[in-house]
C-alpha cells in the first residue's frame, strides 16, 4: 500500500526565515515524488516534481531514500507562499499511475 | 488559457438521489482522472481514464462509476447517494496516462453537498 504522511496540518513562519514542509512516504518500489500547492482562491497546481530536479519559486525538494523522505524547503520565506500544499506520489506501470496525496499542510507566513 | 472545466460548480442532492458530475479537459490531454476530497483531506484518488479506457480505479464502491467520450470529455456518475459523499469532486487532465512524467492539471471542482 501506497501512504504519504504530512505530520504538520498547520505550520506559521516569519517572512525571511526558512521554511520547511515536511513529507514521509510509504511505497514497495521506486515512487514518484511531487509537490502540489493551492493559493487562495485557486485550483490545485504542481509546484514541483523530484525528476525534474528543479527550482520552481525558491522552493527545492530532495528525496531520501533511507529516510523515505521529500521535504520541502525554501531558504527565505516570502509572504506570497501562503497556500495550502500538498505532497504526493504515484507508482509505476499500469494501473499504478494514481497520485496519493498526504493530508497536507496550511502555510502561513507572517509578515 | 482555457484550463480543466468542471459543472456544475455546486450541488446539493438529497440522500438517496444519484449526480452526474462533468468534466472537460485541456484541449489535447486524453487521460482524465477524478478525485474526492472531504474537509481537511488531502485528494483522494477515484478513477483514471485514458483513451476512453478504465486505467485506474480507487478505493470506492460501486455506486461511483465514470466514463470518457470521443472527445475525452468525461462524466463521474454517484448513485445512491449518501451524507459520506459530501465532498469537493476534483477532474485532472493530462496529456498521456503516466502521472510522473505528464503532470496532472486541475480544475476547480464541483462541490457537492448531501443532505
Known amino acids: 500500500a501506497q501512504r504519504v504522511t504530512q505530520p504538520e496540518k498547520l505550520l506559521s513562519v516569519f517572512k525571511g526565515a526558512p521554511v520547511e514542509l515536511k513529507c514521509n512516504y510509504s511505497?514497495?518500489?521506486?515512487?514518484?515524488l511531487f509537490w502540489y500547492v493551492q493559493y487562495s482562491r485557486q485550483r490545485l497546481q504542481l509546484l514541483l516534481r523530484h525528476i525534474s530536479r528543479e527550482s520552481i519559486k525558491g522552493f527545492t525538494a530532495d528525496l531520501n531514500k533511507g529516510e523515505t523522505s521529500f521535504h520541502l524547503k525554501k531558504p527565505f520565506a516570502q509572504e506570497e507562499d501562503s497556500a495550502m500544499y500538498y505532497c504526493a506520489l504515484s507508482g509505476h506501470g499500469f494501473g499504478n499511475e494514481k497520485l496519493t496525496f498526504g493530508t497536507g499542510t496550511r502555510l502561513t507566513i507572517i509578515p | 488559457d482555457a484550463g480543466v472545466t468542471q459543472s456544475p460548480t455546486h450541488l446539493i442532492k438529497t440522500r438517496g438521489q444519484h449526480v452526474t458530475l462533468r468534466c472537460s479537459p485541456i484541449s489535447g490531454h486524453k487521460s482524465v482522472s477524478w478525485y474526492q476530497q472531504v474537509l481537511g483531506q488531502g485528494p483522494q484518488f477515484i478513477f483514471q481514464y485514458y483513451e476512453k479506457e478504465e486505467r485506474g480505479r480507487g478505493n470506492f464502491p460501486d455506486r461511483f462509476s465514470a466514463r470518457q467520450f470521443p472527445n475525452y470529455s468525461s462524466e463521474l456518475n454517484v448513485n445512491a447517494l449518501l451524507l459520506g459523499d459530501s465532498a469537493l469532486y476534483l477532474c485532472a487532465s493530462s496529456p498521456q496516462g503516466t502521472s510522473y512524467n505528464s503532470p496532472l492539471h486541475f480544475g476547480n471542482g464541483t462541490r457537492l453537498t448531501v443532505t
Open positions: 511505497y514497495s518500489g521506486s515512487p514518484e
